[in-house]
Structure formats: structure tokens, C-alpha cells
């Protein structure tokens, strides 16, 4: 039963039997796990709020053979994202982004440069500006980092130059935008300045990414194109998308 830390955000925690929690967390070392963390439910005596969703905390803790489920030994807390808790639309886009990585990323699957990106996103939405901002270019990249960003600078099927035109056609199947030889079957018509914003925001660093920014319509384009490649890739939509829309984000 070999014993492990890990730097880890909590993604998820349910009530599992009479006392314990079942909690699920992502850490760039071992990737997502869940664990059992024994009477953490009854008494916080051992784990105190440190299992709060959305904190970050070194998780300790043991593999049990044969057992998909870890047995979390402690968890002391080391960033807990207050701002973001504040108010309930940043903490519902908090929410988004630990409900995508949990969709996302496969148990004991480390993506790396996952964990920065998402430390990234909740500091930015706890300083409370361009919230929506935050969640498309984590999309777009935390997409890259999983390994299933759309090709948006050129024909995903043939390599091929997208041509002049003001909107391009993309397909989710075939992994990005289409050139008009390869463009027939569905698709949506993105604006080529909303391909290029996307495109260019990959390759910036975390600290220059807040200077991107995005135009009405280019905001409700990417919305459409990044949700359309996570719920072909995590086969689901994500719950919390329907709150953020309710409230028109
Ligand atoms: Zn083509």
C-alpha cells in the first residue's frame, strides 16, 4: 500500500456511507483520484475544512491494491481561493472549472501544466473582472493541454490553407476548422477573428493571457465552439454551463 502526497485541488466531495466523504481531486503528479476520507463526515477533527471544494491542499494518503478509490490520510490546506467564494456567479465559474477538469481528466492521468492553469483561472476570477474571459481561455487551453484542441490556423483534415472568407466552418469530428475543399457536412460558421483570437491566446503566457480580449460576438462564438469540443471529448454537458446561462454568462 504505497503511501503518497500530492499538491491537489479538490474537484468534488459527496457524502459516502454513514461518516466518510468521497472526495475527487487533481494534482499534476498522479492526475485525478478519488478517495475515501474516513470519518470526515461525522467529525472534523482530522481533516477540519481543508476537503472544502475548490480548495488547494497537499493530500496525503495510500493506494489499496485492487481498490480504484485511494484512502486519504490528511489534507492540510494550502490555498482556498476566498475571493472567488464571494459571490455566487465566480463561484458558479469556479465551479465550471473544477467540474471540466473532473470530465476531463482520466484517473491517474497526469496532463501536464493542468494544475497551473487552473491555480491560473480561480485567482483571475477571484480578482472579479472579465469572469467569462477567464473560463474561455482556460477552455481553450486546458483543450490543448488534455490533447484535444481544435486546429483553428489551418484545415484540420488537410492541412490546407482556410481560404479568405469573414467566417470559417468548424467540425467538432474532425478536430477543428474546415478549408471550403473539405467543409460539407455540419459544422458551425465561426468568424475568422474569433479562430484567431483563440488561436493566438495558446501560445501566451499565464501572465499576459488577462490582455485578451474578446468582442461580444467572439465571446459567444468561442462559448459555443469550446463547450461544443468538451461535450464531444467528455461525452456530457457540464451542469454547471446551465446555471452560468440562467444568469446570462
Ligand atoms: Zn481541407
Not at 495510500?62 to 490528511?74: A, K, N, Q, T, Y
Not at 484540420?156 to 457536412?185: N, Y
Amino acid at each position: 500500500m504505497p503511501p503518497f502526497v500530492t499538491e491537489s485541488l479538490i474537484l468534488k466531495v459527496v457524502d459516502f456511507q454513514e461518516r466518510d466523504l468521497l472526495v475527487t481531486f487533481y494534482g499534476d503528479e498522479r492526475g485525478k483520484l478519488r478517495g475515501v476520507a474516513k470519518g470526515a463526515k461525522a467529525s472534523r477533527r482530522r481533516f477540519g475544512a481543508n476537503l472544502d471544494l475548490l480548495s488547494l491542499v497537499r493530500i496525503s494518503g495510500f493506494e489499496r491494491p485492487g481498490d480504484s478509490l485511494v484512502r486519504l490520510e490528511g489534507a492540510d490546506l494550502l490555498e482556498h481561493f476566498g475571493p472567488v467564494r464571494e459571490d455566487l456567479v465566480g463561484f458558479a465559474r469556479a465551479c465550471y472549472v473544477a467540474e471540466w477538469v473532473d470530465g476531463c481528466a482520466a484517473e491517474r492521468q497526469p496532463v501536464h501544466g493542468l494544475l497551473s492553469l487552473v491555480l491560473w483561472a480561480l485567482r483571475s476570477l477571484g480578482k472579479g473582472s472579465a469572469g467569462e474571459a477567464v473560463l474561455r481561455l482556460f477552455e481553450i487551453r486546458a483543450l490543448d493541454l488534455a490533447g484535444y484542441g481544435p486546429r483553428l490556423d489551418a484545415c484540420a483534415r488537410c492541412g490546407g490553407d482556410l481560404g479568405h472568407g469573414t467566417s470559417i466552418r468548424v467540425e467538432i469530428s474532425q478536430g477543428g476548422a474546415l478549408c471550403q475543399s473539405c467543409a460539407g457536412g455540419p459544422g458551425l460558421r465561426i468568424s475568422r477573428g474569433t479562430l484567431k483570437l483563440l488561436h493566438e491566446a495558446r501560445s501566451l503566457p499565464l501572465g499576459r493571457l488577462h490582455r485578451v480580449a474578446f468582442s461580444s460576438l467572439a465571446m459567444r462564438e468561442a462559448r459555443g465552439l469550446l463547450r461544443s469540443f468538451f461535450t464531444y471529448h467528455a461525452g456530457h454537458t457540464l451542469r454547471s454551463s446551465e446555471f452560468l446561462e440562467s444568469v446570462g454568462t
